[in-house]
């Protein structure tokens, strides 16, 4: 299984000029069933965007992406990660 923790970006794209993008801290992995993981926002403006949830892609900073939809935060704070389409890779 590959694994990765560490810096992870989150990008929205809103059109074709506009992205925004977050940051933050988080582990993630695959199975058989694609990338999954959770992530804790590095600022306060970061949790903000990472509140629009939806889809986004995740950057990780190994070079390695995936796009995710982003759920609702735990009682960690820390926001769940899922692949949106593990058969596009």
Known sequence: MES???RVELVWTMN???DLTATGHGTSSVT???WSGHVAPATDDDRT???LGGPCEVRLGDGRGFEAEV???GDDGAFPLRESDPGAR
């Open 71 to 73: 759920g609702a935060p």
């Open 4 to 6: 990765y923790r560490g």
């Open 32 to 34: 058989g069933h694609g």
């Open 16 to 18: 074709s000029a506009l």
């Open 49 to 51: 965007l990472f509140e």
